[in-house]
Structure formats: structure tokens, C-alpha cells
């Protein structure tokens, strides 16, 4: 797995923080209705609930539109003990038949859940994804990624982060920033800058988008190859 180094992940560190992806303890439903914990961990992709260390928070949930409220924990009816497989399952459940919650700032629905991760191993999985992220940018853009300006890599593996891969950014983004093409003659400042201008994403909030548009922008200041 591909290491990032100190400095390039306290700027991706940023990701954590409000006008970023959301850091929430609990499963929530996201923008494009998929099953999230954490920053931005993807259940729905990863498939991994299971083997996260959730605690129980909360006994019962608050009914959504209709009064359905889930299976309560009504067994073993401890604070702060491992949530078991059953209760995971339960959580997940529920906020997958109700997207509906998806509407709704995630920071205001831990009373749809019982469940919720620790603080540490929320920390832990963000490590893992942005160096599953790092990995699929290097593999994308191959052995100049590591000559790229430090803001232009975090840039990449945000959009990794986020989306998974770099197929919908195929037309002009990465083509701009691997030089092909109609830009095989640009110098690397301006491609830098069309990228910055086609780096928008519709399931982040707008100030992340400004945000990767102006670390990418740092590059045009950058003499690379």
C-alpha cells in the first residue's frame, strides 16, 4: 500500500474539517445515497462494516416520516460495549431503506443510529482510504505523479478519495494534466490551470470544489516536467 508522506497528508488532513467531507461517527446516507461512516468511508463500496469496531451509543433510533424505527438493542443494554455483528447489520439496515436521511446534513442524524465508531478508528480507516486514493492516482498517472507540486497530488487523491477512480475526468482533466493530446504542447503551468477549471465534482460541497481547484492552481506557480 502506498505510503503518503507527513507532509502531503497534513494537507489532505483538511478533508476532515466541516467545508470538507464530513467526519461523522455514525452510518449516514450521502449525497449520491450510499452508506458512509467516518470521513467519507464508503460501505456500500467496501463492504467492510462488519469488521469495524462500532460501539453501542444509543439503545433506540428516532422514528423517520411513518414511525419506522428500526430493531432496538434491547439485550445487553450497555453504553459503550462492541456493537455485535446483528447490531451493525441492524444500523446499516436501516439507514440503507430510508435514503430519504440523505436530504438532511449528516451531522444531525446520529438519532437515526445506535452505533457509532471511536475516534481512533475513524483515524485509522481515513489513513487506509487516502492510501488506497494515493495508490489509484499513482496508478493513473503513472511515475511523473511523484514530480507533481504537493498541492496538485492532494488535489488527485481527493478526487480519488471521493470518487473512486478518474473515468468521469477523462475528457479534458486528465488528458490536461498528463500532457495528450491536443495538450501534449502545453507547458505544464497552463495544463495545471485546466485542470483546476475541470476538476468539479457534483457530490462535494462547493467550497471543496474551490478548494481542489485552488490547490491545482498551485501548480502553475510549480516548473515541472
Known amino acids: 500500500m502506498s505510503i503518503i508522506s507527513p507532509k502531503l497528508f497534513q494537507l489532505l488532513e483538511t478533508l476532515k474539517k466541516p467545508t470538507s467531507e464530513n467526519n461523522i461517527p455514525y452510518m449516514y446516507v450521502d449525497t449520491v445515497g450510499k452508506v458512509t461512516v467516518g470521513v467519507g468511508h464508503n460501505l456500500d463500496a467496501h463492504k467492510d462494516m ?25 439485550t445487553n443494554k450497555i453504553l459503550g460495549r462492541a456493537a455485535t455483528q446483528d447490531e451493525i447489520k441492524n444500523d446499516y439496515n436501516f439507514i440503507k431503506q430510508h435514503k430519504g436521511l440523505g436530504k438532511y446534513n449528516p451531522e444531525n442524524l446520529s438519532k437515526y443510529t445506535t452505533l457509532e465508531l471511536p475516534v481512533a478508528a475513524i483515524d485509522s480507516l481515513f489513513k487506509k482510504d487516502l492510501s488506497i486514493a494515493l495508490a489509484m492516482a499513482k496508478r493513473e ?23 473512486g477512480n478518474f473515468s468521469s475526468f477523462r475528457g479534458t482533466f486528465v488528458p490536461a494534466i498528463k500532457g495528450t493530446g491536443v495538450y501534449s504542447k502545453m507547458p505544464m503551468s497552463e495544463r495545471w490551470k485546466i485542470a483546476s477549471q475541470n476538476c468539479r465534482r457534483g457530490q462535494v460541497s462547493a467550497d471543496r470544489n474551490r478548494h481542489v481547484a485552488q490547490w491545482l492552481m498551485e501548480g502553475t506557480k510549480a516548473v515541472t516536467s
Open 50 to 74: 462488519l469488521t469495524l469496531p462500532f460501539m453501542v451509543k444509543r439503545f433506540s433510533r428516532y422514528p423517520v416520516k411513518g414511525g419506522d424505527t428500526g430493531i432496538a438493542i434491547n
Open 141 to 163: 498517472f503513472g511515475a511523473p505523479f511523484d514530480k507533481y507540486p504537493i498541492t496538485c497530488q492532494a488535489a488527485l487523491i481527493d478526487i480519488a478519495f471521493n470518487v
